[in-house]
């Protein structure tokens, strides 16, 4: 376990390179809790599981951010959850990645964050492989990407693919040059998305993709849902279950479509 904390969220770590590096290929856990970590070349985070390892997990209580790389790295192999929390006014960020998650083990991937920013790839990019389980996404702030997309999750495994981009009041943001929300499903379970407000630039605000084996696909949105050049919301499903896209209180615009479901 790394704990870099103390009472009043200050603790900090700066480093030219790795902020904190951690390499599990033994048993057990592998747990990082941290106030403030600034790096500049490299993952402010990096945090790699082992295949004979449990679980792992982040918490951020302030602030991690990666000048010229990614903010948090974790790759994941283990038989327990891959977990990535952030404090209520917590932010990550990087460069190319603000948080990207990969887990290839047999648990689950759960993922609840305040903002988040990213510039040339994604603000937030989470793969789970054909042995996980449910992959879930929330985040309570705002998130955005300057160059690719605002959140981007793939999921190949047995359980659902959950994305909630909401909080209380209705203002959470997902801002991107790329895809606004991009969930492509190719495993089994369901696929459900909630979001306040989307905008995106160049590909749809909103875009899912529920493979042969998933369920349902439910599309949520309560705010502004935006696109420049493509669909406000396209909503594309193979599976055996219903596609719903439920948009009555929201206001859905496309440089294309508003709503593409099929």
Do not use: K, P
């Not at 809790?33 to 600034?38: A, G, L, T």
């Amino acid at each position: 376990a790394i704990s870099a904390t103390n009472s009043d969220g200050s603790a900090r770590i700066i480093a030219q390179e790795y902020g904190v590096a951690a390499i599990n290929t033994g048993t057990g856990s592998t747990q990082i809790e941290v106030d403030r970590v600034d790096a500049y070349n490299q993952q402010a985070i990096r945090v790699e599981n082992g295949a004979n390892t449990d679980a792992l997990s982040i918490q951020v209580n302030n602030r991690v951010a990666s000048a010229f790389g990614t903010g948090i790295y974790a790759s994941h192999e283990g038989s327990g959850d891959a977990r990535i929390t952030g404090a209520t006014a917590s932010s990550v960020g990087g460069a190319n990645v603000g948080l990207d998650v990969r887990n290839s083990g047999n648990g689950a991937t759960i993922i609840d964050v305040n903002d988040v920013s990213g510039r040339d790839d994604a603000a937030i990019f989470v793969r789970g492989g054909a042995t996980t389980t449910d992959l879930s996404i929330t985040t309570s702030g705002t998130v955005r990407s300057t160059s690719g997309d605002g959140i981007r999750a793939d999921h190949a495994g047995t359980g659902d693919l959950t994305i909630n981009a909401t909080n209380a009041d209705g203002t959470a943001q997902v801002t991107a040059y790329g895809y606004g929300i991009r969930a492509r499903h190719t495993g089994s379970g369901a696929i459900a998305i909630t979001a306040d407000n989307v905008t995106a630039t160049d590909e749809d605000a909103i875009f899912a993709n529920g493979g042969a084996s998933t369920t349902s696909l439910t599309v949520t949105a309560s705010g502004a849902i935006v696109s420049t050049n493509e669909d406000g919301i396209d909503a594309r499903h193979s599976g055996s279950g219903d596609l719903i896209v439920a948009a009555s209180t929201a206001e859905v615009t496309g440089g294309e479509r508003g709503i593409y479901a099929s």
